[in-house]
């Protein structure tokens, strides 16, 4: 296993450890005024690790990819994050960052140096990418687990 498959699954294991513990009272709470609750927020990590698993996909098998961007509130509302149990989406998350863990335990290492774009940002790589991920993944458990809720 590359080392970063191996960072990925354990980022991705530590995170699990956190969520699992949040209360679906804490849960429907936004963490501002007018803001995303930690339902929406780990809602929106679900909808990260399906952009960026295609993302890294096609960045692996086209030269030259470029991609859109995404609106992360309006696919939050779509989702109706807010509505859904926490359980079910910590289900669709652990589902989502698995097979993510998967693809990226499977890359061959002469991938993680292909670059790509996002649209409106300067390429990346994709190993450079799935640190990111990481790093997003990061800093919205440290929101979820730690940010005090608004009431």
């Known amino acids: ?21 949040v209360s679906e009272e804490d849960a429907r ?9 930690r339902k929406e927020i780990l809602g929106h990590l679900v909808d990260s690790a399906c952009i960026n698993h ?14 859109p961007k995404y609106d992360q509130d309006a696919w939050v509302v779509l989702h109706g994050y807010a509505q859904v149990p926490w359980p079910a989406i910590l289900d669709q998350w652990r589902a989502r960052y698995t097979w993510m863990a998967e693809m990226v335990t499977n890359l061959p290492d002469a991938a993680l140096d292909r670059q790509f774009t996002i649209t409106g940002f300067p390429p990346t790589t994709i190993a450079d990418w799935i640190n990111d991920c ?18």
């Open 1 to 21: 296993m590359n080392p970063l498959a191996r960072e990925f699954w354990s980022r991705m294991d530590a995170a699990e450890q956190k969520l699992s513990l």
């Open 29 to 37: 709470q936004p963490l501002r005024p007018d803001g995303w609750s």
């Open 54 to 67: 295609v993302r890294i996909v096609f960045a692996t098998t086209l030269d030259g990819y470029e991609c």
């Open 134 to 151: 990481l790093q997003h993944l990061d800093h919205h458990v440290h929101q979820i687990v730690t940010v005090p809720a608004t009431t």
